[in-house]
């Protein structure tokens, strides 16, 4: 049993390194998950450790520590995931009723409210306390499952709404939040030795991960079609007053190490540019479509690493 919760552990803490490592700009709300699974699972450690009631008492509350304010970085998350805007007061209100919560489920061994009695047992070499629920433990049912809901809602709502980014991004969230739904309930009514929450919260860390990554890359394709569709409408800008002649565009190929990058239909594009010729002077001295010049054009910028005409011309001069 020890060696499972200190598994889970480990892959708590591998995963939150990950994160770190994957994640430069460090979403708060994905980071304060991932720290809240890895002292959950700790707290679990523990509590399998110990050897004294009030050693497993500590390793529960600190697992409760973890399992309460999991939620509130899950639904936070979502709701930044999905684009919906709320209010901040909201946050100190759920945050504040999360302090609550944990107090009540930390009560055990010292108050009856939580666990009328607890105990603790050795099965397999691991620690577990056996627990008699008291009458505020059905509070704790009302908490996740207000959260649950809420997550539940507000997913439904985004896809209506048109909010969620892709489809696939739908499903990893549904999967997150059902999954533990599905796990929860079946701790419930199935007599169980191990806590499998804590192997729930390591696949949730691995899906999250997988949808972070995703984002990453639906964000870097908007960028780079935010940065054509800047060039495209530069393009028309594109016709230059400045003419250079065959010996400033001769020191200019030479001098300029990016032309390199160039191909040679690009590059004999870019000479006629430098010459001052129209767009569609150049189509019909090459013998090419003004779409086919827009497009080489458009290459041209990008490998040159310049926005439109004036950045251009800027950069030409200071060569010559």
């Not at 939620?71 to 999905?82: D, H, K, Q, S, Y």
């Not at 047992?121 to 627990?131: M, S």
């Not at 048109?162 to 599905?182: C, E, P, R, T, Y």
């Amino acid at each position: 049993m020890s060696i499972f919760y200190g598994v889970t552990c480990l892959l708590s803490l591998i995963l939150l390194i990950a994160y770190f490592f994957v994640d430069k700009k460090q979403n708060k709300w994905i980071m304060c998950l991932f720290i809240s699974v890895l002292i959950c699972n700790a707290g679990y450690f523990m509590l399998s450790l110990s050897r004294s009631l009030t050693l497993a008492l500590i390793g529960n509350a600190i697992a409760y520590l973890g399992n309460v304010f999991l939620p509130f970085f899950m639904l936070m998350l979502i709701l930044g995931v999905c684009n919906i805007k709320h209010r901040k007061v909201l946050n100190y209100i759920l945050f504040g009723i999360g302090i609550v919560m944990l107090f009540i489920a930390t009560t055990g061994g010292y108050l009856p409210i939580y666990y009328k009695e607890v105990s603790l047992e050795i099965i397999e070499g691991g620690a577990r306390l056996v627990k008699e629920y008291g009458i505020l433990h059905k509070l704790y049912f009302v908490y996740l499952f207000g959260y649950m809901a809420s997550m539940i809602t507000i997913i439904i709502y985004a896809i209506i709404k048109k909010k969620v980014v892709s489809k696939m991004q739908a499903i990893f969230l549904s999967v997150i939040v059902f999954g533990n739904i599905f796990v929860w309930l079946i701790e419930q009514f199935v007599e169980h030795q191990f806590e499998f929450l804590c192997l729930s919260y390591i696949i949730n860390e691995i899906l999250l991960l997988l949808l972070y990554g995703i984002l990453r890359e639906y964000e870097k394709r908007i960028n780079v079609n935010k940065q054509k569709e800047t060039i495209s409408a530069d393009l028309s800008l594109i016709d230059f007053d400045d003419k250079f002649n065959e010996e400033q565009i001769a020191i200019i190929f030479e001098e300029w190490e990016k032309i390199n990058n160039l191909t040679k239909r690009e590059k004999e594009v870019l000479k006629h540019m430098l010459l001052g010729e129209k767009r569609k002077d150049i189509a019909i001295n090459l013998y090419i479509s003004d779409s086919t010049v827009k497009n080489i054009i458009t290459n041209i910028l990008s490998k040159l690493e310049v926005g439109n005409r004036e950045e251009l011309c800027k950069t030409v001069k200071k060569i010559v």
